[in-house]
């Protein structure tokens, strides 16, 4: 399985982006995917998760602000990000997990700041 991650930039306070993420392959309604983030100094950390049936989870600090939603059609999971603060400053990973494999993508670096 290979993700490719998109949508990270620049962006000030209270902003919005959209992190999409493709994967390849021909299973991806079966993947459990989401969203992970890494801030310098600090391990990486589970953002949102989607699973096969649509239901998803988020951490407590994103929760109200972040959306994740799939669209299996286009193999594609998305991370619409808003009301953006500085703490949420790190590079977001996409992950699939499939039967206990986990795959990562390369990443994207999102930056508040004004």
């Known amino acids: 399985v290979q993700l490719q991650a998109s949508g990270g930039g620049l962006v000030q306070p209270g902003g919005s982006l959209r992190l999409s993420c493709a994967a390849s392959g021909s299973a991806f309604s079966f993947y459990v995917m989401g969203w992970y983030r890494q801030a310098p100094g600090k391990e990486r950390e589970l953002v949102a998760r989607i699973t096969v049936g649509h239901n998803t989870n988020y951490a407590d600090s994103v929760k109200g602000r972040f959306t994740i939603s799939r669209d299996n059609a286009k193999n594609t999971v998305y991370l619409q990000m808003n009301s953006l603060k500085p703490e949420d400053t790190a590079v977001y990973y996409c992950?699939?997990?499939?039967?206990?494999?986990?795959?990562w993508g390369q990443g994207t670096q999102v930056t508040v700041s004004s």
């Open positions: 992950n699939a997990l499939q039967i206990g494999v986990n795959y």
